[in-house]
């Protein structure tokens, strides 16, 4: 009769495999799992918006470049009234909205000699409306400023630049002589109706030496405005 018997595990296989084990956690713990992404969402918007800003600050400036022009800039003030001189202009190369009308810088010498229609500041640009061959009153002459009623006015509307004459009236008790009516020459420089008291106020241009006579007559109320020929 024969007796089986199991084989014992040997002690230094046992040791073996611990030290595997252990040597395989030891690895692992070193190899640390990826992190986890979190998205943003804050600087998903901060990134776009910039992308956005960039892009529209350079439309900008190409636009800027694009439609810049060549203008005239008043170098030194210019009063009213006053003769425009070469020193007194200068052109500027600028960014300009089309409406304000902005003499061109090619055309700088059509303005040396001509008067400034209003103030030109330091800096200013010259502007088609704000220059004039001429000023009003022009030298030696005056403006009046004579205040009718409808019915001593022409039935023609006036408009600046007609010539007319104010004819002295012999009113509502006087009567009308054989003799000349008085009647000064002037030129009508604006016309501005008053609601209030039914009346006209025509401002007219006269020489120098007849204008106390034109305002004398005019504060009176005897005086009509008699439109001459408009042909030229």
């Known amino acids: 009769m024969s007796v089986t018997t199991e084989p014992k595990t040997r002690p230094t296989t046992r040791r073996a495999n611990k030290t595997a084990e252990a040597a395989t956690t030891a690895v692992d713990a070193r190899i640390a799992p990826p992190p986890k992404l979190r998205r943003r969402p804050l600087l998903v918007v901060a ?18 470049v694009t439609t810049a022009q060549e203008v005239v800039a008043v170098r030194s003030t210019v009063q009213r009234g006053a003769l425009i001189s070469r020193e007194d202009l200068v052109a500027v190369r600028i960014g300009v909205d089309p409406a304000l009308n902005p003499v ?24 088609q409306g704000s220059i004039a061959p001429t000023v009003v009153p022009a030298h030696d002459m005056s403006v009046v400023g004579v205040a009718v009623p409808a019915a001593l006015l022409p039935g023609e509307p006036l408009r600046a630049g007609d010539q007319v004459r104010v004819v002295a009236t012999p009113g509502q008790q006087g009567e009308v002589t054989d003799e000349e009516q008085r009647s000064i020459t ?6 501005y109706p008053e609601a209030d008291s039914g009346q006209t106020v025509v401002s007219v241009q006269v020489p120098y030496d007849q204008a106390a006579e034109l305002a004398a007559r005019a504060a009176t109320g005897k005086v009509a405005v008699v439109l001459d020929s408009r042909e030229r």
């Open 104 to 127: 061109p810088a090619g055309q700088l010498d059509g303005v040396v000699g001509q008067r400034a229609a209003v103030d030109l500041p330091a800096g200013g640009l010259v502007t």
């Open 186 to 191: 002037a030129m009508v420089v604006g016309v």
């Open 47 to 64: 990134s776009v918006a910039a992308v956005c800003l960039g892009g529209l600050l350079g439309v900008w400036a190409y636009t800027s």
